[in-house]
């Protein structure tokens, strides 16, 4: 549905304060006008057919997330632990084969069997890149790289990721999950960043080097603490956890915000069928995370095969979904299963507010340094500081995916953390979740 501005006012101008009660609105980084954008109408739903739960929860997590029917499609899996790869060839051109398929950008599997595919790569890896045909050599090998490492907040992936929506348990507990990734939406949260350095050398110092720099890349935007410990105890407030161990302790004292995502570096995490004597992220699921990641074979420590704390860290921060920030975090996913709520974004890059027909945009936390990243296509008036004194920046409406120009507006450097931006009249009030994208101007 499109929704067409009738009026733009700019923080200049003093507006009278809206009556109704304000919602917040999702407001997503864009790098250009013409991009296919991930929202519910453009993701797709795997459900087992083979699987009666599967198929609830399919129909479920559609409504939860005003995601279309029509892009849940059905495939025919053992409800094992893993899928011979004959059988998922078949399936994937199943998957391929569907009318909608192009316009998926990601997928929501919702079933937990099977999460690999024969003994070497995870289901979450097979349905984004297709059967690896590499030739495995015993534990330590380099699989494929990821084109999409390194990617910046806001730019649309090579591949079409896709996450198991499984919550750790029952069929009430994957509906649970899905409802905690709905509730993270625009929230802002307040919050902690743990990231937990330990005495397992093998595990912990891959990703060392990458907590300093998260600390130091993102350490104004919100609280990351850094730390040396063997657990994590008796923390409120988690909305991001990450560590180097194989047994995880304590998690039980943890409270986790909606959208917060949570792993640690080990050889098993993935392994949620198994009893591999390691703690699966299927337990950081169970008690409160809305993501994770664990490899589902033995990877040996390449940092490459794990997430990278500052650039999933950075980019979640300003304003990818938890499924586009995981993602990019990885240069190689192969082996790797991605556990969770995919569409959970609760960081927006300005925040915005709906009452009626009225949006209200502000400056938050996020937004200087989304836009600082992104000075690099900004060639003008730079400041002393590097960031350009004026940003022209335009505000689309983004629900059905595809960018519909609402209005332009200008957002100064000097602007702090709660700056009123400007005011925009809808022709008519959203049908549905209205979804907001901003693209930054030269």
Known sequence: MRYFASAFFFSCFVLGSVSAAASPITVVPLTNESQLVLVPETLGIVVNANDPQSLELGRQYARIRGVPTGNIIQLRLPKVNYIAKHLMVRELEHLRAAPAYDKFLAFALAFDKPYKVDANQSITSA?????ATMT????????????????????????KPSM????????????ALASRGKAADASDPPGDVFLVKTNNTARSRPREASMDRALASVGEEITVTITKAQALTAKAGVIGFQTGLPVLKDLETLKFRPGAFAD???????????????TPI???????????????????????????????LRNYLHGDSIIEAYWKSLSMTTEGLLIGEPLARPFPVVSADLSGTTLTFKVNRHTQSFLLDAKGSLQDGVSPQGMPENIPVS?????????VLLGDFTIQATMKDGALIGRLELSKAPKADLILGMLPRR
């Open 127 to 131: 349905i984004s890149q297709g059967i």
């Open 136 to 159: 495995w050599k015993g534990s330590c090998n380099a699989t494929v790289e990821n084109p999409d490492a390194d990617a910046t907040a806001g730019v649309r992936l090579n591949a």
């Open 164 to 175: 198991l929506l499984f919550g750790g348990g029952s069929l009430a507990d994957s509906v």
């Open 264 to 278: 640690h570096l080990t050889s098993f995490g993935g392994a949620i069928g198994e009893n591999k004597g390691q």
């Open 282 to 312: 299927t337990e950081l699921i169970r008690t409160g995370a809305t993501a994770s990641y664990g490899t589902v074979r033995e990877p040996c420590n390449f940092p490459e095969k794990f997430p990278d704390p500052e650039r999933l």
């Open 395 to 403: 505000i689309y409406d983004v629900t059905t995916g595809h960018p």
